[in-house]
């Protein structure tokens, strides 16, 4: 049964959502979250005693009437960046370089970032005491020619030298045993070694894998909101507290809520989840409705009628705490929740765990392809922990997994399960090719979405979308059936996408439906014209909204949209040395079993296959500086869409 959830949690916190709405005048009854970065009030319950095992927190019900909690900036363009490992990595570092070099970095509001490309970006926004340039490199657009062979071989910044490093060492260390680390942790303390740890980003890692080991990491916006949780929570060690630098604004980690553990991801049910470093959670209802999962352990019953979503919660309280009862009463105007819960015993999550379940790409990968994981992830590390007995038993092994409760359950008359469960929590793939979902719902007026594709688009060749065959146009899910058709990212937007591809790997695009479906054809047939040119695939496009309720998105919003893919660009080669460019043609930096460069791989994107997640540092060089130049060819588009 459909319980009508909004209105349930409307009518409790009303209160709540006039104040807001008055102190807003800037809002619409749209669904705003794009920026959650309203300051701490200092005077917030500062003379109240605080138990020390509990932790105060603040917490926002969003319901799908009226929800503008959040103040708004008047200014609303979000870069979203899909996945793909080390070559989103690459990619949007390049892309970043870009944005910076044009001075266009200020502009963006906000980063939607999920999988690969948070391990770039996690750094981005947190690291302390390296320069941009430092971070991502210097530019290359300027001086193509200065690209030799013997200039590649050196990362160029700090994140690409951590792309060309390989997972595989930092999984086999934490895979001994006697550091018994649970398989569902292992992929993200591996994250947390090779990408994080040399910023001193990282979490929780065992001993041998960095010099240092946060635990109940705080992670958070600025010093004034970690003055503000350290009042409500004087017991609570924030010694090893992250504060966001100035490089982003605002940086959202995209991942979704599976399924509890033990019962198969459900795609027409699963929720998309966000961490970041204000608030986190689900704020909305899958379809607002109730879920209802089937176990895939014959010793569970289904469960039925589960409220998942509902509201976000201040994010060092998100998946840490044990569910609150109620919330307190605000003292004075009623513009604020805050809970009071206890801990979980599994500490705070930390920033190294939003990047590792962002990226759990051995969640969806282990039931879609468990070969594969057994000879790529298990095999590899046999010798010193294996896994294979278990993991034949339970597909999920490798999935992380987090305790999570409702927000919606703080709200009188809720039908349903509203009970605390451990979910499985996957990657922001699952749901969403490239996040430009989010970036609507946040409110967003301009989309930057850095594609980053792992496959090219198609050729003229197989689909003309200048000239688009009659039976594709009376029936367009016919374009998921080329070699190429279901590798394609951003169709789903468009509406062409199956549901459950992959059957219980949580993987389904069918809910992301938000622009005419006819529309895909103008879009794609300048992309192939650019393409073929030799140029830059960008291509700037204005929409309007489809209403889709699986995500909260009303119908009729106006967003601009960029959308920038990375082929194979023959403008950008020929001012690459000769060597370069007969390196690159000759395949010295293609992954195997792709299309090539700059197709690489998510896995094993070396030519020789030989490392985990590492690319060479050429591939690494030349892929960044692709994306870099690619977008500082379309200054203008990029100017007009952010109204720069
Ligand atoms: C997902 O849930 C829907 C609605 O409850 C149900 O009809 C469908 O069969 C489920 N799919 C799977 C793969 O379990
Ligand atoms: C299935 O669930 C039972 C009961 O919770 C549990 O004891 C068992 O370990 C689970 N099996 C697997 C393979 O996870
Ligand atoms: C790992 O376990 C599997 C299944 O029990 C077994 O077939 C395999 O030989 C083992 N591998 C090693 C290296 O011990």
């Known amino acids: 049964m459909a319980p009508t959830l909004a209105a349930a949690v409307f009518a409790v916190w009303l209160p709540y959502a006039v104040a807001a ?13 794009l920026q959650l970065t309203r300051e701490a009030d200092a005077h917030l319950d500062k003379d109240s005693e605080s138990d020390p095992d509990s932790v105060r927190f603040r917490i926002f019900p969003v319901n799908l009437i009226r929800s503008s909690f959040f103040k708004i900036r008047a200014k609303k363009n979000v870069l979203t960046m899909g996945g793909g490992g080390t070559r989103a990595m690459c990619g949007t570092t390049g892309q970043l370089r870009a944005m910076h070099s044009m001075d266009l970095l200020k502009e963006v509001d906000q980063v939607v970032a999920m999988s690969g490309s948070t391990w770039s970006t996690a750094i981005f926004a947190f690291a302390k005491g390296f320069s941009v340039k430092d971070l991502l490199g210097k530019d290359t657009a300027n001086s193509l020619n200065r690209l030799t062979l013997k200039k590649l071989k050196t990362p160029n910044g700090k994140i690409l030298e951590r792309a060309a490093s390989d997972l595989t060492p930092f999984v086999a260390v934490a895979a001994q045993p006697i550091f018994a680390v649970p398989p569902h942790k292992l992929f993200e303390v591996a994250l947390g070694g090779n990408f994080l740890c040399p910023f001193g980003l990282n979490g929780e890692l065992p001993n041998g894998l960095c010099s240092n080991s946060n635990k109940n990491q705080v992670w958070t916006t600025s010093d004034k909101r970690l003055d503000s949780i350290k009042q409500r929570n004087p017991h609570l060690d924030l010694s090893d507290a992250l504060v966001m630098n100035k490089n982003l604004k605002s940086l959202v980690v995209q991942s979704t ?38 176990p895939w352990n014959t010793s569970l019953s289904p469960l039925k009628d589960v409220v998942v979503g509902g509201g976000v919660v201040e994010s060092f309280a998100f998946m840490s705490t044990l569910p609150p009862e109620s919330p307190r009463r605000p003292r004075r105007p009623a513009r604020r929740g805050l809970a009071e819960a206890e801990l979980e015993d599994e500490g705070i999550l930390s920033l190294q765990q939003a990047v590792g379940i962002s990226s759990s790409i051995l969640a969806m990968v ?45 709200a009188k008359g809720i039908d349903g399960d509203i009970g605390e469960k451990t979910y499985y929590v996957g990657d922001g793939f699952s749901i969403d090719s490239a996040g430009l979902l989010e970036a609507i719902r946040g409110g967003a ?89 030799g140029d830059a695939t960008v291509v700037y496009r204005k929409y309007t909204t489809l209403e889709n309720r ?62 985990f997640t590492a690319v060479l540092p050429e591939q690494g060089n030349l892929y960044a500086s692709l994306t870099e130049w690619s977008l500082r060819q379309n200054q203008e588009k990029l100017q007009k869409c952010m109204g720069a």
């Open 257 to 294: 809520l599976l399924a509890p553990v033990g019962y198969n991801p459900n795609g027409s049910r699963m929720v998309s989840t966000r961490f970041s470093a204000d608030f986190s959670g689900s704020p909305y209802y899958a379809d607002q409705q109730n879920v209802d999962f089937e």
């Open 445 to 533: 007026e301009c989309a930057v979405v850095l594609v980053n594709n792992g496959w090219p688009i198609e050729d003229k060749g197989t689909v003309d979308f200048c000239n688009v065959p009659e039976p594709i146009l009376a029936n367009p899910l016919l374009l998921l059936g080329t070699p190429l058709g279901l590798q394609q990212s951003i169709y789903d937007y468009f509406g062409i996408a199956l549901p459950d591809t992959i059957l219980r790997a949580g993987l389904d695009y069918s809910n992301n439906h938000v622009f005419e479906t006819s529309e895909i054809f103008s879009l794609f047939c300048r992309a192939q014209e650019l393409r073929d040119a």
């Open 550 to 611: 699986h995500w909260g998105i009303q119908a009729g919003k106006k967003i601009k949209v960029v959308f920038v893919w990375t082929e194979k660009t023959v403008k950008w080669e020929l001012q690459l040395p000769d060597k370069t460019q007969a390196a690159i043609n000759s395949g010295a930096y293609d992954s195997p079993g792709t299309a090539g460069f700059p197709y690489l791989g998510t896995f094993s994107p070396k030519p020789d296959g030989s490392d």
């Open 21 to 33: 709405s008055e102190t807003c005048p800037t809002c619409s009854d749209d669904n705003e979250l």
């Open 366 to 410: 282990g039931v879609s392809s468990p070969q594969f994981v057994i000879d790529s992830f298990i095999k590899p590390l046999a010798s010193i922990n294996n896994y294979t007995e278990e993991f034949l038993q339970d597909p999920y092994l490798f999935a992380p997994r987090r305790k999570y409760w409702p927000v919606a359950r703080l």
